[in-house]
T-cell receptor, first 109, second 114 residues
Framework: GQNIDQPTEMTATEGAIVQINCTYQ??????LFWYQQHAGEAPTFLSY??LDGLEEKGRFSSFLSRSKGYSYLLLKELQMKDSASYLC??????????WGAGTKLIIKP | DAMVIQNPRYQVTQFGKPVTLSCSQT?????MYWYQQKSSQAPKLLFH???????NEADTPDNFQSRRPNTSFCFLDIRSPGLGDAAMYLC?????????????FGDGTRLSIL
């Protein structure tokens, strides 16, 4: 079966750095996406990785290792508004998105 | 601004009473998706359309139907809602569903069943 694993919940302090990990086992691989989802709202696209390495976008960076089936999302200079769920999703060989259940990130002052 | 619009944001219906959720897009994307998402769970794909080609996920209950009368609009019909169908329903679009294309989501419709 296809599977995406992420920690259920993480807590971090305002101004700090946090790394959210994602491991996946899918039928084929056509890219990995990270989405942010605030409570009661729709997911919004954050980043995309298809080749190994780090993609940086402002305070957010995402890393991919295809050989290890592993990605992480790195959030720097955390702000209170970063409190949200972060969902990892992989496009499989049929170009369908396989979603993780999300990591709820709690930011404390 | 080009966008994906879902109506209504909140929908309350009675057990067994048919309900229709709507989605429209101004992005002119070929692919439209309907997801069901329950609290603290991953979005679950119900259907998707590639243009007019309808694709039903194997585990989508028969109670759920969909229509796409044109490129811009897509509807989700729940024929006889049960208590287990209470969830957030998300509509998303993608230009062609290809490799690097993210899905663009509407704000979702939260469905409650009385």
């Amino acid at each position: 079966g296809q599977n995406i694993d992420q920690p259920t919940e993480m807590t971090a302090t305002e101004g700090a750095i946090v790394q959210i990990n994602c491991t996946y086992q899918t039928s084929g691989f056509n890219g990995l996406f990270w989405y942010q989802q605030h409570a009661g709202e729709a997911p919004t696209f954050l980043s995309y990785n298809v080749l190994d390495g780090l993609e940086e976008k402002g305070r957010f960076s995402s890393f991919l290792s295809r050989s290890k089936g592993y990605s992480y999302l790195l959030l720097k200079e955390l702000q209170m508004k970063d409190s949200a769920s972060y969902l990892c999703a992989v496009k499989d060989s049929n170009y369908q998105l396989i979603w993780g259940a999300g990591t709820k990130l709690i930011i404390k002052p | 601004d080009a966008m994906v619009i879902q109506n209504p944001r909140y929908q309350v219906t009675q057990f067994g009473k048919p309900v229709t959720l709507s989605c429209s897009q101004t992005l002119n994307h070929n692919v439209m998706y309907w997801y069901q998402q329950k609290s603290s769970q991953a979005p679950k794909l119900l259907f998707h359309y590639y243009d007019k080609d309808f694709n039903n996920e194997a585990d989508t209950p028969d109670n759920f139907q969909s229509r796409r009368p044109n490129t811009s609009f897509c509807f989700l019909d729940i024929r006889s809602p049960g208590l287990g169908d209470a969830a957030m329903y998300l509509c998303a679009t993608s230009p062609t569903g290809g490799e690097a294309q993210p899905q663009h989501f509407g704000d979702g419709t939260r469905l409650s069943i009385l």
